[in-house]
T-cell receptor
Framework: GAVVSQHPSRVICKSGTSVKIECRSLDFQATTMFWYRQFPKQSLMLMATSNEGSKATYEQGVEKDKFLINHASLTLSTLTVTSAHPEDSSFYIC??????????FGSGTRLTVV | SQQGEEDPQALSIQEGENATMNCSYKTSINNLQWYRQNSGRGLVHLILIRSNEREKHSGRLRVTLDTSKKSSSLLITASRAADTASYFCATGAYSSASKIIFGSGTRLSIRP
C-alpha cells in the first residue's frame, strides 16, 4: 500500500535554532500534502496545505514565517520550524493526498525544544 | 477542535465488549473517515464513508453516518486489548475538496 515516510521521528533542539522535518511519498506522487500539529492527548490541528510547485496555504493563526513549508517535488514536502521555542514542542504529522484511500499519514515527528 | 467533537472523550471497557464512539461535525461534507492512533504514533486509516452512504462495515468495524444530524458513529465489536488507542473522525468538505479536518478524538482503553 501507499507509504509516507516522515523523518526524523524524534528531534531535540535548542531554543533559537531551526528544525527541518521531511515527508516523502514512497510509491505514489503527492501533489498535495498536509501538515498537522498535535499536543498531548489532543486532536490534530491542520497547520497548512502544501501544493507542489506553489506556495503553501496556511490555516488561520499559523505563522507562515515561523513554519516554512516547501513542496519542491511530487514526492517531498518539508516543514521547517524556524527559531524554535519551547512552546513549539509538539508532535507534527504530515499526510499526503493519494495512494488508494485518499490520505496516507506519516509516522510523526516528536519535537522537543529545550 | 477545528471541525467537531467526539464523545466520549475517553472510554474504558472490558475485553470482548463492544465500543461505540460518536462524532459530530459542523459543515457539509463529501466524506467522513475514521482513523486510529496508537500513543505517539502516526494515524492508521480505518474506514471511509461517503455522504450518500448511511452505513458501512469492515471486519469488526461498523460506521454509520447521519448527514441530517451531522453525526457519525464507530462501533467496534468484540473488542480486543490491541484496540486500545485513540480514535478520530475526520471530514472532507465540499468547499475544500482536499483537506480533511479532525474531530477531538476518543481515547479507548480495553481492559483485559
Amino acid at each position: 500500500g501507499a507509504v509516507v515516510s516522515q523523518h526524523p521521528s524524534r528531534v531535540i533542539c535548542k531554543s533559537g535554532t531551526s528544525v527541518k522535518i521531511e515527508c516523502r511519498s514512497l510509491d505514489f506522487q503527492a501533489t498535495t500534502m498536509f501538515w498537522y500539529r498535535q499536543f498531548p492527548k489532543q486532536s490534530l490541528m491542520l497547520m497548512a496545505t502544501s501544493n507542489e510547485g506553489s506556495k503553501a496555504t496556511y490555516e488561520q493563526g499559523v505563522e507562515k514565517d515561523k513554519f516554512l513549508i516547501n513542496h519542491a517535488s511530487l514526492t517531498l514536502s518539508t516543514l521547517t520550524v524556524t527559531s524554535a521555542h519551547p512552546e513549539d514542542s509538539s508532535f507534527y504529522i504530515c499526510s499526503a493526498k493519494g495512494g488508494g484511500n485518499g490520505y496516507t499519514f506519516g509516522s510523526g515527528t516528536r519535537l522537543t525544544v529545550v | 477542535s477545528q471541525q467537531g467533537e467526539e464523545d466520549p472523550q475517553a472510554l474504558s471497557i472490558q475485553e470482548g465488549e463492544n465500543a461505540t464512539m460518536n462524532c459530530s461535525y459542523k459543515t457539509s461534507i463529501n466524506n467522513l473517515q475514521w482513523y486510529r492512533q496508537n500513543s505517539g504514533r502516526g494515524l492508521v486509516h480505518l474506514i471511509l464513508i461517503r455522504s450518500n452512504e448511511r452505513e458501512k462495515h469492515s471486519g469488526r468495524l461498523r460506521v454509520t453516518l447521519d448527514t441530517s444530524k451531522k453525526s457519525s458513529s464507530l462501533l467496534i465489536t468484540a473488542s480486543r486489548a490491541a484496540d486500545t488507542a485513540s480514535y478520530f473522525c475526520a471530514t472532507g468538505a465540499y468547499s475544500s475538496a482536499s483537506k480533511i479536518i479532525f474531530g477531538s478524538g476518543t481515547r479507548l482503553s480495553i481492559r483485559p
